[in-house]
């Protein structure tokens, strides 16, 4: 079994805090992501990755950066968290192969900003 | 306007009944049209894929998808409890490097 794992589930962050959350998969895959989920606003990409090193902005970038040392981890950080990223984060893995369009996602980090 | 449209919900429905969850998008290049099943608390899976237009059948799943409208549906047959879930439909262009384009997901309760 495909397993994304995320390194908490709930996450009380300071406004100005700068916060990193991780997201590591055990599968190989060369894609990884990172979405935030909102009420009404269904899940929206941040930032994804699809080797080591590389990154591409997604359709929400602002106020986030992430990294990519190695193939099975992916870090989202917060350079300076701010109440308006209070949400639930939600890290993807999926393989880079045609027909393949599954993505297998963790069981997501809920972050409040205070 | 948001380049795939979903009901929010909730939906809510007896045991055995038919659910009919639907998105339309306005992104011709959409090829690939998933839907994906989040239960609380949880991160989404996927649960039916189609290619292009057509119809899927799964178990008590049915997917549809109407290009030429632009308009892509799950059905649900028989439905049981344990599918009470967020439902989200999601679109890509191809496969690969690619990511994927998420409906806001509908929120179903089915009563028993």
């Known amino acids: 079994d495909v397993k994304v794992t995320q390194s908490s589930r709930y996450l009380v962050k300071r406004t100005g805090e700068k916060v990193f959350l991780e997201c590591v998969q055990d599968?190989?895959?060369?894609?990884m992501f990172w979405y935030r989920q909102d009420p009404g606003l269904g899940l929206r990409l941040i930032y994804f990755?699809?080797?080591?090193?590389?990154?591409e902005k997604g359709d929400i970038p602002e106020g986030y950066s992430v990294s990519r040392e190695k193939k099975e981890r992916f870090s989202l950080i917060l350079e300076s968290a701010s109440t308006n990223q209070t949400s639930m984060y939600l890290c993807?893995?999926?393989?880079?192969?045609?027909?393949?369009?599954?993505?297998?996602f963790g069981p997501g980090t809920r972050l409040t900003v205070t | 306007q948001k380049e795939v449209e979903q009901d929010p919900g909730p939906l809510s429905v007896p045991e055995g009944a038919i659910v009919s969850l639907n998105c339309t998008y306005s992104?011709?290049?959409?090829?690939?049209f998933m839907w994906y099943r989040q239960y609380s608390r949880k991160g989404p899976e996927l649960l039916m894929y189609?290619?292009?237009?057509g119809n899927k059948e799964d178990g008590r799943f049915t997917a549809q998808v109407d290009k030429s409208s632009k308009y892509i549906s799950l059905f649900i047959r028989d439905s049981q409890p344990s599918d009470s879930a967020t439902y989200l439909c999601?679109?890509?262009?191809?496969?690969?490097?690619?990511?994927?384009?998420f409906g806001s997901g509908t929120r179903l309760q089915v009563q028993p």
């Open positions: 993807a893995s999926s393989l880079v192969r045609t027909g393949s369009h599954e993505q297998y």
């Open positions: 599968m190989d895959h060369e894609n």
């Open positions: 990755s699809y080797d080591v090193k590389m990154k």
């Open positions: 992104n011709s290049a959409f090829q690939y």
């Open positions: 189609t290619y292009s237009s």
């Open positions: 999601a679109m890509s262009e191809g496969t690969g490097r690619r990511a994927l384009t």
